[in-house]
């Protein structure tokens, strides 16, 4: 086995079950690991701290334990059944009207560098971490053994997840089951309909981490004029028609985006009915439009994936939640987000203050939004709380 040792009083955040070990912290290697080779990790006086995937990188260690076990077919099984188990009880497991949550959320389930999403039947995994893509076929595996029959294929989408770097040929496709080719099925949603496509949708194929919110959105809308910015396949789009809203506008750069949630919004609701998908630049649609909603949403991607970047995504976000608080009709409902983890909820908070400053409107907060429960945050890894959201009555 791989030897880690680091320097001394390094070791206090192992002690706080943080699961990340930092290349400054390391004295010394004991052999010569690959990427994603196990690797165990002790303290400067030899005391056995924790054991986890080596990697290249600031990220040295990503821990799987801190406990000498292990990590056998047996392991992976416990881990996902313990990954189930939360999700039984957040009552996802079970429910007629939702077939789509996540089962591992990486370090807030333990399994850190992993996500596993659930669509139906079938599991797609993504591994951002060469150790998870290496041990890709146990966790496999350990999927068949959880779900038994309900499970009827597993599909890596790896690829484009792993670190750029790391040579490891991962091409994307079924470990188990499926179809070769076939990447889509209709998923429900609070018993709403979707297209999903796992192959060649973003991330997974859908963003499971706003079906609360996107519940939130639908008992806002009644009789609203809707405006749903960065809309992907819109989610928020059909949920506010779902909640009886006069008119929804999806916006979105990606003409293939907006085509597919013209789809969404087909499979739920009469073609065309009081919607409208626009293929537009959401900063120059903002600026160009003149129209006021009653009910805004600012999903945006993440504008900061780390923190060198941060202070020209302030300045981006700031921008646009200024400019919708702007144009907002009076009396209107804004639900602004950031899933940009190396963005505080403290900062984001700040930003949305100085955009309503810079509007000169009356703000109040009605909610303050998160991550839901297939997203855990592990208590020791307090960065996974990456989802921040805002919901603003704007006078």
């Not at 790391?166 to 080719?181: H, I, M, N, Q, R």
């Not at 963003?207 to 992907?232: A, I």
């Amino acid at each position: 086995m791989n030897r880690i040792f680091l320097k001394r009083g390094r070791e206090e955040s192992l002690g706080r079950k943080h699961p990340w070990v930092f290349s400054g912290a390391i004295a010394r290697m004991d052999g010569k690991p690959a990427e994603g080779d196990i690797v165990d990790v002790y303290s400067s006086e030899g005391e056995f701290l924790a054991r986890g995937h080596y990697q290249i990188g600031s990220i040295t260690v990503r821990v799987l334990t801190f406990s000498p076990e292990e990590i056998t077919p047996e392991w992976w099984v416990k881990r996902m059944r313990a990954a189930y188990d939360v999700r039984c009880a957040a009552g996802l497991t079970e429910n007629s009207a939702t077939d789509c949550y996540r089962l591992v959320h990486g370090e807030g389930d333990n399994l850190p560098g992993l996500v596993i999403d659930i669509y139906g039947d079938t599991a797609v995994v993504q591994a951002h971490s060469v150790g998870m893509y290496v041990s890709r076929h146990e966790i496999c595996s350990a999927l068949r053994i959880v779900y038994g029959d309900r499970l009827r294929a597993v599909y890596d989408k790896s690829s484009q997840t792993l670190p750029y770097k790391a040579e490891t040929g991962a091409v994307d496709g079924y470990l188990y089951g499926g179809s070769d080719g076939v990447t889509e099925r209709v998923v429900t949603e609070n018993g709403n309909r979707f297209y999903v496509d796992w192959g060649s949708g973003q991330k997974t194929g859908f963003f499971l981490d706003q079906r609360e919110n996107r519940e939130l959105v639908k008992r806002y809308s009644m009789g609203c004029t809707v405006l749903n910015t960065f809309s992907y396949t819109g989610g928020f789009s059909v949920y506010a028609m779902a909640g009886g809203a006069a008119e929804v506008v999806s916006v979105d750069s990606s003409a293939i985006a907006v085509k597919l949630a013209e789809r969404n919004v087909e499979l739920n609701f009469e073609f065309g009915a009081r919607h409208v998908g626009v293929t537009a630049d959401v900063f120059d649609y903002l600026k160009e439009n003149g129209r006021r909603f009653d009910l805004i949403i600012l999903d945006p991607p993440a504008f900061a994936k780390h923190h060198k970047v941060l202070g020209n995504a302030t300045k981006g976000y700031t921008r646009l939640n200024a400019r919708a608080i702007s144009q907002i009709a009076p009396g209107g409902i804004l639900f602004t987000f950031s899933c940009s983890q190396a963005v505080s909820s403290e900062l984001f908070r700040t930003m949305v203050f100085t955009a309503a400053a810079i509007a000169g409107r009356n703000v109040r907060i009605l909610h303050q939004l998160t991550q839901p429960a297939d997203h855990p945050v592990n208590i020791y890894h307090p960065e996974g709380e990456y989802l921040k959201g805002l919901v603003l009555y704007v006078e």
